[in-house]
Structure formats: C-alpha cells, structure tokens
Antibody, heavy 118, light 110 residues
Framework: EVQVVESGGGLVRPGGSLRLSCTAS????????MHWVRQVPGEGLVWVSH????????TYADSVRGRFTVSRDNVKNTLYLQMNSLRVDDTAVYFC???????????WGQGTLVTVSS | QTVVTQEPSFSVSPGGTVTLTCGLS?????????PSWYQQAPGQAPRTLIY???IRSSGVPDRFSGSILGNKAALTIAGAQADDESDYYC??????????FGRGTKLTVL
C-alpha cells in the first residue's frame, strides 16, 4: 500500500524558517520524481517544486525560488522542503506528492498546514 | 505571466454529461503540455484522474475521459453522480520541468 505522510507544519513568524518532511512507502521512492504542492485554504492548488529521483535536478515556482529548497534522502525515503524568509502569503496546506507518468502527479499525501503570522 | 484557465464553476444534472476545459492565456494547449486532471473533494487531498491527456489513472471509472478539444484540454464526465461534486484541477507541463495548475472548476451536481 502506498503511503505519503507529511510532517513539520506549524505556526511561524514572518521572516522565519520551517522545514517540512515527507515520508513515503509502497513504491520505489528513489526512482520517482517528488513534488510539493500548496493550497491556501479555500483556494486552488499551486505547484511549488519538484526534485528528480537522484536528487540532482530541482525546479521551483517563481513565488518561492531563492527562498525554498527541496531535497531528498533516498535511504530514508524522505523528501524535505526547507522554507526560509517566510511570508504571510506562504500560509497554506503543503502537499507532498510523487511524480506520476508523463509529467503528472501520482500519489498524494494528506497535507500539512503552515501558518505564517505575527 | 502565463495563466492556466478553467471555468470557475459548472453545474450538471445527475446522470448528465459535462465537459470541463483547460486553456492557456498565452495560446493553445497541446498534447506536449501533457495535461493531467485531478479531483479534490471537500476537505480531502487531490486524487489523480487523468494523465498524458487521456489516460485514466488506476481505479478511475471510464465515466471520466480526457481529450484535446480545439485549443484546450478537456475533461468529460459522463453519467454524473452525486459524489462527483468536487473541485477539478488541470495541470500542464510548461517545459523546463515546470508545472502549472489551473485555478480549478467547482462542479455542482444538482
């Protein structure tokens, strides 16, 4: 059974940092792209970042480039999102998801809420 | 800045057929955008329905189908059921390993 579980969300002040983690099982983690997608409550999905299976290739949405860093540990089957210089508009539920076939998204986690507020 | 366009809302009668579309502010949607579609019920994580324009994800009923219609990607739901009432998002590959979601369509079944 595939499981994707995020952790690390919480309340942080503007300008602060937070690291999200995502543990995956039930599929060959090291061969899959992984993504972060976020969603402001009541609004739409926004793709944030991807990392390839080896961890050597990463891309970011313009809104987070230079502030967020995605990484992975294929021994621990874990994906990370280091978020620095957080802003109020980074407040969202952050979903971890595997890449699917043909540039799609396959398996989704349940999300972790990040709230940036003073 | 390129925007992926979707109808904000749509309504369908139970048993009816509805087609949701996914366009690009900058031009046409092609199969090389690898359009995919996701269903998100209230309070739930998204679920993958369609990838690579028209391939159903495992376990997705054949009432759901994807295509390119004119200059847009399209998701057609036939025989609409009450539990199809959800938000639907398309996702496009924009090149350079960058993906972009549409803003979603809220589907009401009534």
């Amino acid at each position: 059974e595939v499981q994707v579980v995020e952790s690390g969300g919480g309340l942080v002040r503007p300008g602060g940092s937070l690291r999200l983690s995502c543990t995956a099982s039930g599929f060959p983690f090291n061969t899959y792209w992984m993504h972060w997608v976020r969603q402001v409550p009541g609004e739409g999905l926004v793709w944030v970042s991807h990392i390839d299976g080896a961890g050597s290739g990463t891309t970011y949405a313009d809104s987070v480039r230079g502030r967020f860093t995605v990484s992975r540990d294929n021994v621990k089957n874990t994906l990370y999102l280091q978020m620095n210089s957080l802003r109020v508009d980074d407040t969202a539920v952050y979903f971890c998801a595997s890449g699917g076939r043909a540039y799609s998204i396959g398996y989704w986690g349940q999300g972790t809420l990040v709230t940036v507020s003073s | 800045q390129t925007v992926v366009t979707q109808e904000p809302s749509f309504s369908v009668s139970p048993g009816g057929t509805v087609t949701l579309t996914c366009g690009l502010s900058s031009g046409l949607v092609y199969t090389t955008h690898y359009p995919s579609w996701y269903q998100q019920a209230p309070g739930q994580a998204p679920r993958t329905l369609i990838y690579n324009t028209n391939i159903r994800s495992s376990g997705v009923p054949d009432r759901f189908s994807g295509s390119i219609l004119g200059n847009k990607a399209a998701l057609t739901i036939a025989g609409a059921q009450a539990d199809d009432e959800s938000d639907y998002y398309c996702l496009l590959y924009m090149g350079g390993d960058i993906l972009l979601f549409g803003r979603g369509t809220k589907l009401t079944v009534l």
